[in-house]
Each structure stands twice: as C-alpha cells, then as structure tokens.
C-alpha cells in the first residue's frame, strides 16, 4: 500500500468516526446542549486541543455489544491550553451510547488521567453520562474504581476540575467529589446516587430530577458544587477565570500578574460600620484591598455565612476566608466550617498565601447544630489551618469572640501575622453576656439593674472588648487603621516568600472527617 493509500485509508477511517457525530449535534441542540468537541473547543484556547486515543473501541461482545459499534467509545481525550496554560482534558460523548462507562471508555480516562499526573498539569473532566455500561458488568465498576484511585492520588498534586454538563449518576458522581472544583450549570447539571424513579419505588416519595440534584440544589444546599452558570459558555469563562489563579502543580506557584491598585470607589473606612451589630458586605472589604477590586469568589451560594475565593495582591495569588456579617452575623456552623477547611486545605496544598479576614460573634449554638456534629464539623476548620505552611495573615475587622477568635487563624494556630482595627473587641463572649455572668450579683442586687447592667456593659468593653490586651499579650502584631489594610498584606505577602516551616515527620496526619 502506496503511503497515499494510507493517508486516504487513515481520513476514511477518520470519517467513520466523526460521522454520527453530526447527527449527535442536533441531538444534544435540541436538549439545549452543546456536543463534547464544542465544549472541549470552548473551553481551550483555539486551535490547542490535541485528541488521543480516537481508535479506541470497546471489546465487549455480550448482549449484542459486539454488533454496536461505539464511536470513541464514547469519551474524546487530550490536551491544550487556556490562556497559554497546558491541561489535560476529557469529555464524554451523550451521543454514544447515554455516555455510558464501559472499560475502554474508563480506560481512555484513566489514560489521560496519568499524562495529567506525570505532566505535572491540571485535569478537566467534563461528566455527561448516564453511568455505568451495564452490557460490560464488573468492567464498568471496574473502570469507575480505576478512576476514583487515580483522582485520590492526584488529589494535592494536580488541580482537578470537574464539569457537569448532564446526567452524573450513581457511582459516577463520586469522580467529581473527589476533585477539587465542581462546576454545575442550570437545567443542565444533574448528580444524584439514587434517582428519581429508585427513590419512589423505595421510599414512595416523588421527586422530579431537577429537585432531586440539579444544579441549584448542588450549589446551595449540599454544597457539591463549588461554581454555578446559567449557561455551558458562562460554565467556560469561569473555568478560564479559575485557571488564572491557580498553579499547574503543587511543585509550583501561581503565575504572578501585573499588580494593579483596587479601584477608587472602594473605600474601606466607608465599608466596615462603627457599630459592632451592623451587617455589611466582606466582600466590598475585599474588593476594597484586592488588585483591581477583583475577587473570584467559590461556593457563592452555600453557607453564604463564610466568604472564600481567590483575589490577587501586587500580582499573586491569595485565598480569601472571611466571615460574613450579612448573614447569621458571620457566625461558624457546620457547613461553614466544612466550606472554609476545605478552601484552606486547597490553598496550603498549591502555595497559595492565606488571609483571614475575621468578624464573628463565634460557632453558632444550637440543638440542631449540636446533634448535626459541629464539633466534628467544627474541628475541621482549626485543623486546617493549624496544618497550613503557607504564608497565613489574619485581620481582625470587629468582633473576634471565644472558639471563634480561635478558629479564624489566630496566632494560636500558627498565624504569621496578625492585625487589628482599632475598632476589634476580642473577647472570650460580647459585652452584653459576659457583662451579665461577672456581674450578676451587682446587676441583681442593684436598685436599678438597666442602669448597673449598661455600666458593668461599659466596664467590660472600656477593659477587655478591644484589641489593645491581646496586642500587649503579643497575640496581636499590630494595631492598624483600615486604610492601611492593603498596605500591610502586600508588606507581609513579600517578607514571607522563603517563608519555611518544620513540621513532624509523619506519613499524614488524621484530619477530622
């Protein structure tokens, strides 16, 4: 055979393959979706993507598989860039058989899977599949169990991102739990273990698909998701945006970019109220001390209570945990401290300095929480931070008080630098309860309690709610004014870049899951 016979050959059989992918256009277009190459091609930058593995095909033969013929097997694999950054990408294909997993399809997975782990370069996943192949049995579990091993060992080392863009079902869902960002988009994304049809033949309960795990459901109430879009494109731009502020490994920093001041109209004195129960929005405090203002904020919609996400200062990269005092005062619950202890853990495992930006009454009390294991829960928060190497500031805005003082990265859990408002009431609780345990006696015996009980109030602030005991115990580094917040990150950001820690040896540490 001549070599233009081959190269005529090699294009028929190409052919072949991209054949049915033109009928599975229009398929995926009238459910609102686009095709695996059309997100792949997305999502990269033009022209990057390079495929492998385009001749796979299954080896089942039972139940007629061996008369189907799988184009791709039903999962296109490769590499490319975003912005000039290398990943490792996969996509699976609706249009072949639901998407389904078989062990060629796991295989192609696993494959790509390894160059991410040996290139040193994240893994995008892009999950569209109606789970298991059932034709190829304990091979389809087989194959899930392969992917599960290879997410756990790249967990830490590689970025991991995973991208729901249909049904993920069953065991497939857990690939994407694993990894460290989930991206859902409306009416689109759909993860549950159990289906709606299970459900009601088990428990006799109906559910539609939607309510059950939709994309919403993911990104505000169990917190599977870490970014929610209102469209595949908008789902693309926000990986794009992510990639920036990330490293390629845990080898790595985060690409450093042209530093830029935060914009004029943030201004910090006008942000932080003066009285200590009145609400505001940490994020203006953000976008206020950031380069350009800018902030990309994770997990937007659950636990709002706690704010996390990545911001740049004089270029690099920084994760943000803050509390939120527009919502339940800012307080830490369980779903909170998940949220921030896993972000925190993020952070420490790709170089990524931390700051804290503190304004918490404490943990919030409760039966509910109480029976729900904030304890547990709870702990997981001062762990990570007590494990975190990385350059880690802390700022006290307003109230930092008992286990929440604590736990916002104190100096007692290993902060490199902390800073205070003038305006900061650390304490051990508010005024107004501690005031009314020390001064019980006093306030009860008075001839006018309101009165007795507003001067023990004013006693306890003037002697203990304020930053300048903890400053003189040395807990505190300094005491500053808001207007030099900004000034004082880039300042410890810059002192603390060979920073370097001893630890124990150890093979890992037991965190408390």
């Known amino acids: ?5 081959k190269i005529i050959d090699f294009f028929s059989r190409k052919k072949k393959i991209d054949e049915p992918a033109k009928e599975g256009k229009l398929k995926q277009a009238k459910m609102g979706k686009l095709t695996a190459r059309e997100r792949i091609e997305a999502i990269l930058d033009d022209g990057s993507f390079h495929e492998y593995d ?24 490769g590499t490319g860039t975003i912005m000039g950054y290398p990943v490792c990408i996969y996509a ?11 062990l060629a399809h796991a295989r192609k997975i696993t494959k790509i899977m390894d160059h991410s782990i040996k290139l040193g370069i994240p893994l995008i996943g892009i999950n569209d599949s109606g789970g298991a192949r059932i034709q190829e049995g304990v091979n389809s579990l087989a194959g899930y169990g392969e992917i599960f091993y290879r997410n756990t060992l790249a967990s830490g080392f590689i970025p991991q991102i995973s991208v729901i863009l249909g049904p993920c ?14 991206f859902v988009v409306d009416k689109i994304s759909k993860m549950f273990i159990t289906g709606p049809e299970v459900i009601k033949t088990v428990l006799g309960e109906e559910i539609s698909m939607e309510d059950l ?9 169990t917190g599977n998701a870490h970014f929610f879009a209102d469209s595949e494109l908008a789902c693309f731009e926000q990986i794009k945006k992510l990639v920036t502020f990330i490293p390629w490994n845990s080898t790595k920093k985060p690409e450093k970019f042209p530093a830029k001041p935060p914009k004029i109209n943030m201004n910090i004195n006008d942000i932080i109220p003066k009285e200590p129960t009145k609400p505001y929005d940490i994020r203006d405090v953000i976008k206020g001390i950031a380069d350009d203002s800018d902030f990309l904020e994770v997990q937007e919609l659950w636990a709002a209570n706690i704010v996390i996400g990545f911001a740049r200062f004089n270029g690099e990269t920084v994760g943000i945990i803050g509390n939120q005092p527009l919502v339940l005062a800012g307080v830490l619950d369980v779903d909170s401290s998940d949220k921030a202890a896993r972000f925190i853990r993020f952070c420490n495992a790709f170089n990524i300095p931390l700051l804290t930006l503190v304004d918490l009454p404490g943990y919030l009390p409760g039966i509910d929480q109480e029976h729900a294991g904030v304890i547990r829960h709870g702990a997981k928060i001062l762990y990570a931070y007590s494990e975190a190497s990385v350059p880690k500031i802390t700022i006290i805005l307003r109230k930092a008080y008992g286990g929440g003082y604590i736990a916002m990265c104190s100096r007692h859990l290993g902060a490199d630098f902390v800073f205070a408002l003038p305006q900061a009431e650390i304490a051990v609780m508010g005024p107004e309860g501690a005031a009314n345990i020390i001064f019980k ?3 009860t015996e008075s001839d006018d309690p309101d009165r007795t009980r507003k001067e023990k109030v004013d006693e306890y602030i003037e002697k203990f709610a304020n930053p300048f005991n903890a400053a003189a ?8 004014v808001p207007d030099e917040m900004r000034d004082y990150v880039l300042h410890s950001l810059h002192i603390s870049t060979n920073k370097q820690e001893a630890r124990p040896t150890k093979k890992h540490g037991i965190p408390p899951f």
Request: aromatic fraction near 10%; avoid cysteine.
């Open 92 to 102: 699976q294909d609706f249009t072949v058989a639901g998407g389904s997993l078989g």
């Open 1 to 5: 055979m001549s070599l233009a016979t």
């Open 473 to 480: 115990a040395g807990y505190i580094d300094a005491v500053i």
């Open 169 to 182: 079902a069953g065991g497939a869902v857990y690939s994407p739990a694993l990894t460290d960002f989930v």
């Open 213 to 221: 795990g939709g994309a919403r459901v993911h990104a505000e109430i």
């Open 441 to 443: 006696k006093e306030i």
């Open 54 to 77: 385009l001749f796979v095909e299954h080896k089942s033969e039972d139940f007629g598989m061996d008369k189907k013929y799988l184009p791709r097997d039903g999962v296109l694999t």
